[in-house]
């Protein structure tokens, strides 16, 4: 059994309903940790051991608002290349340094590194993409944009078997994700709130003394934040492998054009389906709908595709698991040094 298997395994009951509540959406009030303890049933100070100690241990890899990026003003990514085994370790470093780089992934494909990029609204995305294929020893690279977008939320149920049920939240409104203009006091508050929340009684407290901010006003903040749609839920997000989730997934699909929306989303309807996007085709490329699936065992992941496929009637397909994940971590929105480091602008 691996360390990451030892450690979900290890989980009792508390645990999961913790995790689940937190993951879910984090309470905006004063004391969160007895407001997720009243749910869970237990006492706030058992509520605040345990999500210490399961941050500790890894499962929890931070708590947080989860911003989307586009509305924020940045640009962003998915990119894959394609390298020499002899040096992919070697050029995934050097994708990895890059501070717009937040997921970077070993990949069962002739393209073999999958990562996510994002720069600041001055930034030109194309210019830095190239300059790292060079500077990595890339062979060949595709840029895979978002066309459209299905659905987005990592939600892992800790107490459920794989689960081939339909629902929640799915992303219609092609406007979401559309730049709006974002205030220096935004800034601020951004910088502070992408930050991991302290565990202990009163967190948002110390958060609002670092903005000079009472906490009425911080939470009154995030709350039109969120209705403004700038973030889309604060919240406690693991480590996969480390909660049990061993196995990652990336379905991609063969969708006929006129085909793409309806059956995008039904594809995202799936529980167990994270992300789904639209993206463009090539040449060398010719998958257009992406579901991304994390599993306990490879066999989960495949449950699911063997359901989206008999639902979707779609036959071609494929499953890149990653074997790898070189990074994964939140990009830093509005600091500075990164700014400096992501912008690569035009005019230069």
Sequence with gaps: MSDDQSLAASLDDLDKSLLNLAQAEFPLVTRPYAALA?????????????????????????????????????????????????????????????????????REHLYNLWFTLAVPREGNLKRVIDRLAAEAGAQDTIILPTLRLYKIGVNFDMKAAVDLSKGGELRQDDKLGDFRGVTERDKAGIRVAQEDLPIVPEPFVAWASQLGWTEAELFAWLDGFKQRKFFRRFASILRHRAAGFADNAMAVWIVPEEQSDALGFKMAAYKAVTHCYKRPVFESWPYNVFTMIHGRSKDDCEQVVRAIQQDTGLPEYRLLYSTREYKKERVKYFVETAEQLQADPVSA
């Design 38 to 106: 009243e749910k869970a049933g237990c006492s706030e100070a058992q509520a605040l051991e345990r999500m210490a100690a399961l941050k500790a241990k890894g499962i929890i890899r931070q708590t947080s608002a989860i911003f989307d990026t586009r509305a924020l003003g940045y640009k962003s990514t998915l990119v894959a290349m394609r390298f020499d085994p002899a040096t992919l370790d070697a050029g995934a470093a050097v994708i990895s340094a890059h501070p717009g780089v937040s997921h970077n992934y070993k």
